[in-house]
């Protein structure tokens, strides 16, 4: 654009004849014409700043489209995990060991509106400003009985999820409950043992062997008659 415009200036001055050059070259004339020169010369910035900044939204969204949306499965079969906006999260138990507790640390100002929970038995998919965040689960859960709360204070995603096969799994804690206490009575025992043992293997010190004989001594009983030896008449 530009230099379309200085070249119909320079045009433009060449068709002119010499006194009809002089008197155009005026300092009005200087002056409108850099005044001009100048717009154009904005007006090609702006629009050449505009298509720049198209064509790195097309390249973008074209970038963003061809990136294909992660599947629920991998080609193996089985429940991929992937974390695309890259959110730190930590999965623990409630007190009780009831239920899955599932922490996702999202912005604090981010619109509630820009996350969307899908609820599984074994796994949650969670879309977040576009972005796929995908867990499994150790436990089967119940999806009916799960709540999914927003802290307001730190904006983190707190998912509360009842384990299905609790059954199961509370036979499995009775059973190492169980064993747990069978080791600590199987312990005290073999500590009470080994201390009976130890008793019997101490030589007795001088002072107890006396007092052992005193007490033998206390149990014997001396012979003593009731009458006097001299009234007993001599054997024939």
Sequence with gaps: MLKLAVEESLEKKRTMDPEEYKQSYTKESRVEAYEQLQRQKEESEAKSKENSMFSDF????????????????????????????RYEFQFSESDDGTCILLEMKLPRFMDTSLVNVDLHPLYVRLDIK???????????????????????????????????????????????KRKAEDKKVEAKIQALEKVQQEAKQVPLEPMEIREAQARKEEKRVDFIPDFDVDEVPPLE
């Excluded at 999914?148 to 799994?169: C, D, F, H, Y």
């Design 58 to 85: 097309r390249e973008f969204d074209e970038s963003f489209k061809k990136k294909p949306i992660p599947s629920v499965y991998t080609p193996q079969g089985d429940i991929r995990q992937c974390n695309e906006g």
């Design 130 to 176: 576009g972005k796929i965040t995908q867990l499994k689960f150790e436990d089967e859960i119940h999806v009916d009985q799960s709540k999914v709360q927003r802290s307001q204070t730190t904006g983190a995603l707190l998912l509360t999820m009842p384990k299905a096969n609790l059954s199961e799994i509370q036979l499995k804690k009775d059973k190492l």
